[in-house]
């Protein structure tokens, strides 16, 4: 008799999960639709601009190769001509991002249009995304080769770090949307097959290369990060070994290792920018419970011995994104006033756990960012199309 109560409660706990949201992604469409067709009227105007468009003599590689330098790194004052120093959370202004942005702004319109796509049907979303993934992944003259070697470079030490692999968040996207719009008649196979192709490449790189598996090893916020966009291209080209490999990561690494007792993050409060990181590595851990849980592997629900899981982190850093003045620790040294902002986390916990106040509180923020520290820590900018 007790079996059978539990069971029927679990029963009625699932189809209240569900209900609920089946709720949250009806609203957010609602929400979301004017921004969503107003951002796709603009992306179908665009033309592509790949790394190919611009380089920086400092690069140590080629036309087709991704190209950054370090944030936080600036000339030595008592040495101006020689290796750059560090001054941690500062970003220098005159380092080259030019094909950072360039990423960001192509998953800004692979997001658009699919998420446009997805709610109207309409081929000519699919048509105009195909021209800018032909350019990034396809055309000889303007794709991207498949690695990040040469990313946040620091002049006079590094040609390139394994933490410039944090770039190609901005492909999760890219890479969603392609999910989105693959069965759509205008999506000619031939494309999808390279395209596969190039993700597949890449994340070979990610597991093979020097700085690729020193990301993987990391053991902050790159850490998680690399595992969520692996994630991403892993969805898309079907990579079930991978995914499996990235749960166990999840659940023997990740949450034992990264979390506290209490659900804070002592590696990213040890920052000087500890409310944004911490944001910004709950959004990995959550985007990582969104794309890698299953039936029989739900990362959602996943709890380590001691009682660590993903709605233990959400609980800890909610009543500080509900209101920033009870954060116990410093400000931020820069960006403080500029979070938080809609974040993913907010939405997709809310989505899986019925929380209405969370969602009332995603809603609240600010639903369309534009300041360039927050929107290249917010790779999740098109939420529909991961519902």
């Known amino acids: 008799m007790k079996r059978h109560l539990w069971k029927m409660l679990l029963f009625v706990a699932t189809i209240n999960i569900a209900f609920a949201q089946n709720t949250f992604k009806t609203q957010a469409t609602q929400i979301l639709k004017v921004q969503v067709l107003k951002e796709a009227e603009w992306a179908m105007q665009q033309k592509s601009v790949t790394v190919t468009a611009e380089s920086s003599p400092r690069s140590a590689g080629g036309k087709h190769d991704f190209f950054s330098e ?104 890219v890479a969603q949307g392609i999910m989105v719009m693959e069965k759509a008649k205008s999506f000619d196979k031939a494309n999808l097959i390279t395209i596969k192709r190039w993700f597949a490449d890449y994340i070979l790189w990610l597991n093979t290369s020097k700085n690729g598996i ?33 749960r166990l990561r999840y659940r023997n690494v990740f949450l034992p290792n990264q979390m506290a007792a209490d659900g804070g993050f002592p590696l990213e409060l040890a920052r000087t920018k500890p409310y944004g990181y911490s944001i910004f590595n709950l959004d990995a851990m959550v985007m990582l419970c969104q794309m890698l849980s299953t039936p029989k592997d739900n990362l959602w629900t996943y709890q380590t011995a001691d009682g660590k899981s993903i709605k233990k982190g959400l609980e800890y850093l909610y009543p500080y994104i509900a209101d920033r003045s009870k954060w116990p620790l410093k400000p931020d040294i820069m960006f403080w006033e500029n979070w938080p902002v809609a ?36 790779p999740i900018r098109h939420p529909l199309i991961w519902l």
């Open 343 to 378: 974040q993913p986390f907010l939405l997709f916990g809310a989505n899986y756990f019925g929380e209405q106040t969370w969602f009332n509180t995603w809603k609240s923020l600010d639903l369309k960012p534009t300041n360039e520290e927050v929107v290249r820590n917010l």
């Open 214 to 246: 020193a990301e993987k090893n990391a053991k902050n916020n790159h850490g998680t990060t690399w595992a969520m966009q692996t994630a991403s291209f892993a969805k898309l080209v079907n990579d079930q070994p991978m995914l499996d490999s990235l």
């Open 70 to 173: 370090g944030d936080y790194w600036w000339p030595n004052p008592a040495n101006p001509n020689g290796p750059y120093i560090q001054r941690d959370g500062e970003t220098n202004p005159n380092n080259f991002v030019a094909h950072r942005y360039a990423m960001i702004r192509f998953s800004e319109i692979i997001g658009a249009l699919a998420s446009a796509y997805q709610i109207t049907g309409d081929e000519k979303y699919v048509k105009q995304a195909l021209v800018h993934l032909k350019a990034w992944f396809v055309n000889q003259e303007t794709l991207m080769n498949p690695n990040l070697a040469y990313a946040q470079a620091i002049q006079g030490l590094y040609t390139g770090r394994s933490i410039g692999i944090i770039d190609t968040i901005h492909l999760m996207e």
